[in-house]
């Protein structure tokens, strides 16, 4: 898989972040009731940001937590070497029921990562709402989800890959493009 182009240096990220961070203040009228839950791994790295800038803007936390949606996904391809689901566990610290939820992760595609993560955030509690706010839309969704928020949208062909690298994970900044070889 050869590297096609640099879609997002550290200092687009960091706007596009900025940007979703008014928008979600914005469309909810402020944070009350709401909690931003990223998506493991690299949509808690995003939520965090997120929770900063809010903070930054309406001089209050919100409230963040972590998804694992391993046991809802319909691949289940991350395996332990006794072939069950590597669980790397959930963490919400506030009851999720009536509040306004923001998923966040890295990279909207085919939809059924975020399908699992309702399903996943539906037997913690019942939201008054589930909104998404994703870094980047690559397209080709197969089930119907779009995204509320989103950093940029990159139309890709199904031979690309879109790679996010994140400081907290990657020790850089940065969504590429990469063609499949």
Excluded: W
């Excluded at 913690?124 to 509320?148: F, M, S």
């Amino acid at each position: 898989m050869s590297q096609k182009a640099v879609v997002l240096d550290e200092q687009a990220i960091s706007r596009a972040l900025t940007r979703i961070a008014h928008e979600i203040i914005e469309r909810n009228k402020g944070i009350e009731d709401s909690v931003l839950v990223g998506i493991k791994t690299r949509g808690i790295y995003l939520a965090n940001r997120l929770a900063e800038r809010i903070e930054q803007i309406e001089g209050k936390k919100i409230s963040i937590g972590e998804l694992d949606i391993t046991l809802y996904r319909d691949d289940l391809s991350t395996k332990t070497s006794d072939q069950e689901p590597l669980v790397k566990g959930s963490d919400i610290p506030v009851d999720v029921t009536n509040q306004k939820v923001i998923l966040v992760d890295d990279v909207l595609y085919t939809g059924r990562t975020v399908r699992a993560a309702m399903d996943a955030l539906v037997d913690i509690g019942r939201p008054a709402n589930i909104q998404l706010a994703v870094l980047v839309d690559r397209g080709h969704r197969e089930l119907p989800i779009r995204a509320d928020y989103v950093g940029k949208n990159i139309p890709t062909s199904g031979s690309e890959k879109i790679v996010v690298e994140l400081h907290e994970a990657d020790q850089n900044d940065q969504v590429t493009i990469h063609e499949n070889e």
